[in-house]
């Protein structure tokens, strides 16, 4: 008996362990629930933008199944606590037989709905508010369950940025709808705004239909600027989703649009100091974790979220001819459009280098080209110097029988000018022989002339010059100056030539010169 009664506790205890991990084992299992509560009937920005940022970085980040819920209310215009009780119903219906893990609220409409209701929904859930401001959420009204990440706007600095860019603005308009929650933040704006008042004058949205605000933008001096903050509900009571409308006020306004928050970039604001949505989803993600994972709600604490550096579209600066030089420091441009530099760098890049290789062959060519044509007037100078010389050295060949052409007319004149002498210094002269002498000297005169001016000619430096001659001529006045040289040399010189002329066109002196070469070398090669 006594080993029964002494093993019976430590059954018992085996037994409560086994029970423990397995019921651990079924907790571990079984997803986490997370119901994400929207304040509008349909997603609205900036809280639809914080809430799709919540869902991303949860299941990103999270290491167990998740289970997300995502109710979508119309609270955000109730006018009374009455409206509130069919969207109680409905969340009490839709969650029936299923344990909360975590309620998110996006944005304030959205965490005083829980607030005051929570007693019939979720008394002992804990509860994460995203993306309330800090001015709408007091200390006092969060229960010990409760944690918060929140954003603190400083209204001013929307405004602000507005001057700083375009300091000639005189007039501000404020686009801002009617819902409660609207005419909240146009108190808020109109506070905040107080001490610009003396500088720019501040037209206010919310007490007119859209219709009537899109004629007011289309209409507006040039010294206007449009503060595009919140429109969910115009006066009329007529409901707009955010990005449509602000897309049709950007079709007609004359005047740039800026906004509130980065949710709105890409969407027609020309920019400023904006709330970052994404960075508060982001935090909201990460305070749900510490949540889930056990952490209590009231000792998960936040740095509220305030105001980004600004930013601006790049596209709006261009279509209101806005310069970059005027942005802020440190500003931030979005949605630049790549140069052509950026967008083909390397295409660009190649085509330069194409063209600095063509240029470079280019400039090889007519390098070259210059340096062949001014050799080529070199090797013409220096042909032309060797040909002077080569008739120099002809001459010395030819002076023989260039003395020989020269001697035999000079001769001629002197044994006819003595003839001439004695027939005159006879008793009676007879003239008529005295003419034909001095007839032969003239003629003798002649022909020693134009020896002279043959060997001129063959000695001076004349340019290539082609006049129309005749062969035979040219040829025999050649063998005529070869003749004493062949017979120095004894070497016979037979002229055939034709009976008819041979008419041609050429410079006289290279024909010349060649022929003598031919003739000379013929002679040098028989010895």
């Not at 990103?60 to 979508?72: A, F, T």
């Not at 009329?236 to 306004?253: F, H, K, Q, S, T």
């Not at 280098?353 to 062959?361: F, N, R, S, T, V």
């Amino acid at each position: 008996m006594g080993r029964r009664d002494f093993s019976r506790p430590i059954l018992a205890a085996i037994a409560c362990s086994v029970l423990t991990i397995w019921a651990t084992a079924v907790s571990a299992a079984e997803p986490r629930r997370v119901l994400i509560i929207h304040a509008f009937g349909h997603a609205y920005s900036p809280w639809s933008d914080m809430a799709g940022s919540v869902r991303v970085e949860l299941l990103k980040k999270s290491k167990e199944p998740i289970n997300l819920y995502e109710v979508s209310l119309d609270t955000a215009r109730a006018q009374s606590r009455q409206d509130e009780a069919p969207f109680v119903e409905y969340i009490r219906a839709l969650l029936a037989g299923r344990k909360v893990d975590l309620i998110v609220p996006i944005g304030a409409p959205s965490a005083f709905f829980v607030q005051r209701n929570r007693q019939l929904l979720f008394p002992d859930t804990p509860m994460l508010i995203v993306g309330a401001a800090r001015r709408r959420i007091s200390d006092n009204s969060l229960a010990e369950n409760d944690a918060v990440v929140l954003s603190d706007l400083d209204l001013t600095e929307y405004l602000a940025s507005i001057l700083k860019l375009l300091p000639q603005t005189t007039d501000v308009a404020v686009v801002v709808g009617n819902s409660p929650v609207e005419r909240y933040w146009t108190s808020e704006l109109a506070r905040a705004f107080q001490p610009f008042t003396d500088r720019v004058k501040i037209e206010w949205f919310n007490d007119l239909t859209f219709d009537a605000m899109l004629q007011r933008a289309a209409a507006m001096p040039p010294t206007t600027a449009i503060l595009w903050f919140l429109l969910s509900e115009d006066a009329a009571g007529i409901p707009y989703l955010e990005e449509r409308a602000l897309d049709a006020m950007r079709e007609v306004a004359s005047v740039p649009i800026f906004g509130t928050g980065d949710y709105q970039m890409g969407r027609g604001i020309v920019g400023g100091a904006l709330l970052p949505t994404q960075k508060l989803g982001a935090l909201g993600a990460d305070a749900a974790l510490r949540i889930l994972n056990g952490e209590k709600a009231s000792a998960v604490k936040t740095p509220d979220v305030v105001l980004n550096s600004t930013a601006y579209d790049w596209r709006e600066l261009r279509r209101w001819k806005i310069s970059e030089n005027q942005l802020p420091p440190n500003s931030i441009v979005l949605f630049r459009e790549p140069t052509a530099w950026e967008q083909y760098r390397w295409q660009i890049a190649l085509a330069c280098a194409l063209i600095l290789l063509q240029g470079a062959l280019i400039g090889g060519l007519l390098y070259e080209r210059r340096r062949r044509g001014f050799a080529e007037v070199q090797a013409s100078r220096r042909s032309a110097e060797l040909a002077h010389v080569n008739r120099f050295a002809m001459a010395g060949e030819l002076t023989t029988s260039i003395a020989h052409e020269i001697n035999q007319p000079l001769g001629a004149m002197q044994a006819n000018t003595e003839t001439a002498q004695l027939i005159l210094d006879s008793p009676a002269p007879d003239l008529k022989e005295v003419r034909e002498i001095l007839s032969d000297i003239h003629r003798d005169n002649k022909r020693a002339g134009e020896v002279i001016f043959r060997l001129r000619s063959l000695l001076k430096k004349t340019p290539f010059e082609l006049k129309g001659l005749d062969l035979n001529d040219l040829a025999g006045e050649t063998a005529d100056l070869l003749s004493r040289v062949a017979a120095a040399r004894k070497v016979k010189i037979d002229s055939l030539l034709t009976r008819d002329s041979l008419p041609i066109k050429g410079d006289r002196i290279q024909l010349q010169q060649v022929i003598i070469n031919l003739a000379i070398n013929a002679m040098d090669a028989m010895s």
